[in-house]
């Protein structure tokens, strides 16, 4: 018989973590700390995975500055796509895409035979604004995949209608910026995000829902609409409109539908 092989103390505090960064959950303050215990204690045996999971720990906790820090670390000891994709996980809790984006990409790069890790790369990357951006990646993934990228046409008429409306990616990435930073100003995690197109109004649709109540939305909106024209005086949501919605209200048809 074969003598059963323990698992790291690291890598215990890693998948019990597992399921709730898979659907973008915080754990109790008694599985927080139990993850710690064991993340510390690992640190002399597996200090790469060990720093991953005080990273992600940090990231739940909402202290940015502890995420950068461990993920540094992290780093400096196991420059691989694993630990720049997981950098870019924690750093997407914490409501930062652009910086997400970054570490993602820089993940499939490192390992462009894996083609989750692009989809992934595209996704944060439509959730920063960056739609031209996100096309050349869709692009990427078809020669790497030798298939179309499941929202490739949906991204090229994104790109289209923006282009006729003279809307530039400078624009719509710094209208994304403002909402992130809002929702980070909140403490407000945004599970989904939904981006979708009005071929006959002509119109580019980016609705961020939110795991909250009604009122609470409505107000959230109006205040993030406010921010959008003082920040922004050639915002124009006739052109590109982008607001926050309810989870519940979400209306997926002519969309794509983004876990982030």
Request: hydrophobic share 40%; aromatic share 8%.
């Amino acid at each position: 018989m074969t003598a059963a092989i323990s698992k790291s103390k690291a890598s215990e505090a890693l998948d019990i973590l597992a399921p709730f960064l898979d659907q973008g959950l915080i754990p109790d303050e008694f599985t927080i700390a139990k993850c710690k215990r064991l993340a510390k204690s690992a640190i002399h045996s597996e200090p790469d995975l060990a720093y991953t999971v005080l990273g992600f720990i940090s990231a739940m906790e909402w202290n940015e500055a502890l995420v950068h820090e461990y993920f540094h670390k992290a780093l400096m000891i196991a420059t691989n796509a694993a630990t720049h994709s997981n950098y870019g996980l924690a750093l997407q809790l914490v409501e930062q895409p652009s910086l997400a984006a970054t570490q993602v990409c820089l993940a499939s790069d490192l390992a462009p035979t894996d083609l989750g890790l692009l989809k992934e790369a595209i996704k944060v990357t439509l959730f920063t604004g960056r739609f031209e951006k996100a096309q050349l990646l869709a692009s990427t993934f078809e020669s790497r995949a030798l298939i179309s990228h499941p929202d490739s046409h949906r991204i090229t008429d994104i790109c289209q209608i923006l282009k006729q409306q003279e809307i530039n990616q400078t624009h719509t990435e710094k209208c994304n910026e403002i909402a992130s930073s809002f929702l980070r100003e909140k403490k407000i995690r945004t599970p989904v995000f939904q981006a979708s197109v009005d071929t006959e109004d002509q119109i580019v649709f980016f609705k961020i829902p939110l795991n909250l109540p009604f009122e609470q939305v409505y107000d959230l909106d109006a205040q993030l609409a406010q921010r959008l024209i003082e920040e922004m005086p050639d915002f124009s949501p006739g052109k590109y409109w982008l607001g926050l919605d309810c989870i519940e209200q979400q209306n997926a048809q002519a969309s794509f539908n983004y876990e982030h």
